[in-house]
């Protein structure tokens, strides 16, 4: 799941557009919009309620209701007692991060709900926030479908169709991960505060982005957004942090700008699902191992982090679901095969109640979960 190249001239146009846009409205603006995205009934006195009285978008909103009843009833609900039974006693809530997170803020956000910080890393593009009112109506409807395609595998199996979403986030009118993010936060029940360009730094640090598109008048190392929400049912401050970037065997190293910025970070949980077996390569090893020196909880499939780097001496390991073998993939048709998780699941394992990374494209839909929570 990576970024795709655009050219300086449109990048800096499209950070000075997001900025500008951010500086001139208010929290109800933004969680106006991102609730007119989900689907989600607004106030009367709403300046987006002019915007949902066309057939398009009446249309838009009967198929965000069907798609998140689906997620609700087939995802969340069955993650919620397995999570309360695993997760929540174990849980400090601060930093959680998911590598290779494409769109999939549901999964991360359900696991792991309450956090301070949640940050994202993938390579697809981060987007830029339009001026819904200056669509007109074919292209409102357009920008709305896509998004629509975009997400609706994670109604129908908890997997994003990778090819598929690639594809539908590169609509000109509303793209990348920040109108997904949006619409997910909505539908979570967070209220959303602000939205706002960030970048890396060549220090390493994470900034906001000025209207010249730069951070104290140099170009971000690496660019991104930043969702800034109040979590439901209480007062507490959150914030989204989408970056747009690789993942390469440096990407902890100290000496890098991203590395600097991650190796800040610690306690942190970890989420990795459906991860095309990245970390598996031998190059990764130095990357691998430090993220579990920050890791306090990890939760991930066997496309993940490989299972024979989780000592059982640091972390308390369980295993849910099923793995006798890898799924093979059209572009790794020859993935890791494991043989030693392989034999500690079927020496000891649990059922697991929720589809859950590659397990969906298995011909008996058999998932597999590895928990590891960290004890010293």
């Excluded at 991102?34 to 915007?51: I, K, Y």
């Excluded at 609900?77 to 006693?89: K, V």
């Excluded at 970890?270 to 939760?299: C, D, G, N, W």
Aim: glycine residues 6%; aromatic residues 12%.
């Amino acid at each position: 799941m990576y970024n795709l190249f655009i050219t300086g001239a449109i990048f800096i146009s499209c950070l000075f557009s997001i900025q500008a846009f951010a500086q001139t409205h208010t929290p109800a603006h933004w969680n106006d919009m991102a609730r007119f995205l989900a689907g989600l009934p607004l106030e009367a006195s709403s300046q987006f309620e002019q915007l949902t009285r066309s057939k398009n978008y009446l249309h838009h909103k009967m198929k965000m209701n069907e798609y998140w009843e689906r997620v609700e009833k087939g995802n969340i609900a069955q993650i919620i007692p397995w999570r309360a039974r695993y997760i929540e006693p174990h849980f400090n809530r601060g930093t959680v991060l998911y590598p290779l997170s494409g769109g999939d803020f549901i999964n991360m956000y359900t696991f792991y709900p309450g956090a301070r910080r949640y940050v994202m890393i993938s390579r697809e593009p981060e987007g830029t926030i339009p001026d819904l009112f200056s669509l007109s109506d074919s292209q409102l409807a357009s920008g709305l479908q896509s998004i629509r395609s975009c997400i609706w595998s994670i109604a129908s199996v908890n997997y994003f169709v990778t090819k598929a979403m690639r594809a539908e986030m590169k609509n000109r009118y509303i793209g990348g991960t920040l109108p997904v993010y949006l619409i997910y936060a909505s539908r979570l029940g967070l209220t959303i505060t602000n939205i706002e360009r960030v970048g890396i730094s060549k220090e390493g640090m994470l900034f906001t982005i000025n209207n010249g598109g730069t951070i104290k008048g140099e170009t971000p190392v690496i660019s991104g957004n930043r969702i800034s929400f109040i979590q439901p049912g209480s007062n507490t401050p959150g914030e989204l942090i989408y970056l747009s970037m690789y993942i390469t065997p440096k990407s902890m190293d100290a000496e890098t700008p991203e590395g600097k910025f991650l190796s800040s970070l610690s306690r942190i949980n970890v989420i990795i699902k459906s991860a095309v077996y990245l970390l598996h390569r031998p190059a990764y090893e130095p990357f691998v191992r430090a993220l579990l020196q920050r890791t306090s909880m990890l939760i991930e499939d066997d496309s993940g982090i490989p299972f024979r780097y989780l000592n059982p001496d640091v972390f308390s390991i369980k295993l849910f679901g099923a793995f006798d073998t890898p799924v093979r993939l059209k572009e790794i048709p020859n993935p890791p095969k494991q043989p030693d998780l392989a034999d500690a699941m079927k020496e000891n394992t649990t059922p697991l109640p929720f589809s859950f990374g590659y397990g969906v494209l298995r011909k008996d839909r058999q998932s597999n979960l590895i928990l590891a929570i960290r004890q010293r």
